[in-house]
Each structure stands twice: as structure tokens, then as C-alpha cells.
């Protein structure tokens, strides 16, 4: 069994409900619930649904950029015979979003694509209705190594979830040790600024930035550091900051570094 085989967990998101879905690598052994039948999880809308897909990266798919990871997916789509609900006008795009852009080089577990698919004839599903079952194993049977889907489920909202939190893991290596900058974090924490350079997207220009407000609490392990994070309408901390901070330069790391516990509103 490849990793496009595993079984994909099919479920539709309640009425009024937020689309929390397992952390990232948990057991997806298939349980099926639909709003109109929690045997076979076949669901019937009224209209073109939203469909979210959580799903896994890893290895070298991680140097993807967010358009190529959007990209990947339509053209994934297409091999699989899901018809993507389109824009109107002269020049129509996929109604497809990644909520939650990922740095370049980094795994991430747990992350979303949200789209419309159309349901009618000739759509995706067996009369006018989405099989979330089939749609996710017909997906991800035409994804790479290194994009695993986790979960397929329906959403309610008219809108893509709106990221409001997560954490990056940094995985440290036998000659990086973090324990001489961990006194002094806690003494940046414990302030309530934290001003960074933050370089724009001129190279030649950067500004000070107040990071404190989206660090939440950052935890010392033997194998890592995992630095909790907010993200809010007023922005969140990037990678590089955190680094920064602590003093640490990639190539010390004993692996990729993995951003997970995603939470979406």
C-alpha cells in the first residue's frame, strides 16, 4: 500500500460548526458522517458544496512554492475527474484556496485546501451528490509522495477558515543546544515588546516590528523547540524571526522544521 492509499477520514462539517479537524499524522482510520447519511458518506447539497481537504506535506515537496502548491492540486483535480467550481468572467480561475501559506522548506501536518466543486450532472459523486469517500481517495491517488490527504469533509461556510494560531517544531541536532538563549527568551516573554527588523519586499527596506503580540509560549524539549504562534488581522511571526531569537542557523537542525497544530476559526 502506497501513502496515497491509506484510508482518508470523510465527514461534514455541522451547521454553524468550525472545521476542526485532527492534528496533523493522526490515525485517519475512515469514519464517515454526513448530514444526510452516516453510513456511506454520500451528501446531497443544495448547491455546489465546499469541500475541505486537510492534508500533509513532507520531503521535497516542502521546497514548493504556495502558487505551485496551488497549482499541484488543480492539476491533481483535473487527473481525477473532480470538476472545481470556476469563477465567472473573461478569464475564469478555480474556486480553490490554501488558507494558510507556508514558508518555503518547511513541513507542515494538518493543513487545509478549501474549494467548490460542482455536483450536478456530469460533476464529481453519483447522482447529483459527493461521495467524500471517493473523492478523497480519487485525490489523493493522484498526488505526489510527500502530499498525504488526512481528512475530506464538507463545509458550511461560504468562505475559506480563517487561521488563527499554530506552532513551528525546530528539530535540533547533537552540536545545537538551545538552553543558552532559554533564560533569555523567557526574559523577552516576560516584556511586552519584542521589536524585530522586518524586511519588506524590497530588499533594500525593512521596518521595525512589534512581534510579542503573536508569540504565545515557546517549550525547551531534548529533540527541539516548539514555538507556539498566533496569527491575527494584524499579522503573526515569521520563521526567520523566531531564528533570529534564538540564535539558531538551519544548518544546525536535525531535520526539517515542521509547522503543525494549525487552528482555524
Known amino acids: 500500500m502506497t501513502e496515497q492509499d491509506s484510508p482518508v477520514r470523510c465527514s461534514a462539517e455541522p451547521q454553524g460548526g468550525s472545521p476542526d479537524g485532527p492534528p496533523g499524522g493522526a490515525d485517519i482510520t475512515e469514519t464517515v458522517e454526513s448530514q444526510s447519511d452516516r453510513g456511506g458518506g454520500l451528501v446531497e447539497p443544495s448547491r455546489s458544496p465546499a469541500v475541505i481537504v486537510e492534508f500533509d506535506v513532507h520531503g521535497p515537496l516542502r521546497f514548493l512554492s504556495h502558487a505551485e502548491m496551488v497549482r499541484l492540486f488543480q492539476r491533481a483535480c483535473v487527473r481525477a475527474g473532480i470538476r472545481v467550481r470556476h469563477s465567472l468572467g473573461f478569464n475564469p480561475h478555480p474556486k480553490m484556496s490554501l488558507p494558510l501559506p507556508r514558508t518555503v522548506g518547511v513541513q507542515c501536518e494538518g493543513d487545509v485546501l478549501f474549494m467548490w466543486v460542482e455536483s450536478g450532472p456530469g460533476g464529481f459523486g453519483r447522482g447529483g451528490q459527493v461521495d467524500l469517500r471517493a473523492f478523497g ?27 488563527v494560531g499554530a506552532s513551528f517544531v525546530i528539530p535540533l541536532g547533537c552540536s545545537s543546544s538551545p538552553t543558552d538563549r532559554q533564560s533569555a527568551i523567557v526574559d523577552l516573554m516576560d516584556g511586552e515588546d519584542i521589536i524585530v527588523n522586518r524586511r519588506s519586499d524590497r530588499a533594500d527596506r525593512s521596518k521595525q516590528t512589534n512581534i510579542r503580540p503573536f508569540l504565545e509560549s515557546f517549550e525547551f524539549g531534548p529533540d527541539g523547540v516548539t514555538v507556539r504562534y498566533a496569527i491575527t488581522g494584524a499579522g503573526t511571526v515569521r520563521l526567520e524571526e523566531v531564528l533570529e531569537l534564538l540564535a539558531m542557523a538551519p544548518e544546525t537542525f536535525a531535520g526539517p522544521v515542521i509547522r503543525k497544530d494549525i487552528r482555524w476559526n
Do not use: F, N, Y
Open 137 to 163: 481517495e480519487a485525490l489523493g491517488r493522484q498526488l505526489p509522495d510527500g502530499c498525504r490527504i488526512t481528512e475530506v469533509r464538507l463545509s458550511d461556510h461560504k468562505s475559506p477558515p480563517r487561521p
